[in-house]
Nanobody
Framework: QVHLVESGGGLVQAGGSLRLSCAAS????????MGWFRQAPGSEREIVAA????????FLADSVKGRFTISRDNPVNTIYLQMTNLKSEDTAIYYC????????????????????WGQGTQVTVSS
């Protein structure tokens, strides 16, 4: 099973930017659709972004559309979440995840369909 490790979180002021990375090992991410999820205190885990195996299809939650971008670099086995114009509502633990046995040009927005998860990285936005 693929092993995932997130990095790049931290404390930023509202309006700032962060770039999260998720490095994979043990398996190639080229065979996985990938996603970013987040969980804020008192809230359920929610989908933030998703990307298909070949990067031809992407998804962004309405709450982050126009501010966040998901991308992947299969040769270096890494996916990214570029976050701009951060808001206090973005404060959460961010997780990357891999969905096994998906079609090349599809993705999933349901957390139950993801097979592997990273440990999470904390993003805190101050106002």
């Amino acid at each position: 099973q693929v092993h995932l490790v997130e990095s790049g979180g931290g404390l930023v002021q509202a309006g700032g930017s962060l770039r999260l990375s998720c490095a994979a090992s043990r398996r190639s991410i080229s065979v996985y659709a990938m996603g970013w999820f987040r969980q804020a205190p008192g809230s359920e885990r929610e989908i933030v972004a998703a990307i298909s195996r070949n990067a031809q299809s992407t998804f962004l939650a309405d709450s982050v559309k126009g501010r966040f971008t998901i991308s992947r670099d299969n040769p270096v086995n890494t996916i990214y979440l570029q976050m701009t114009n951060l808001k206090s509502e973005d404060t959460a633990i961010y997780y990357c995840a891999a969905a096994w046995a998906t079609l090349p040009d599809t993705y999933s927005t349901r957390h139950t369909e993801y097979n592997s998860w990273g440990q999470g990285t904390q993003v805190t936005v101050s106002s």
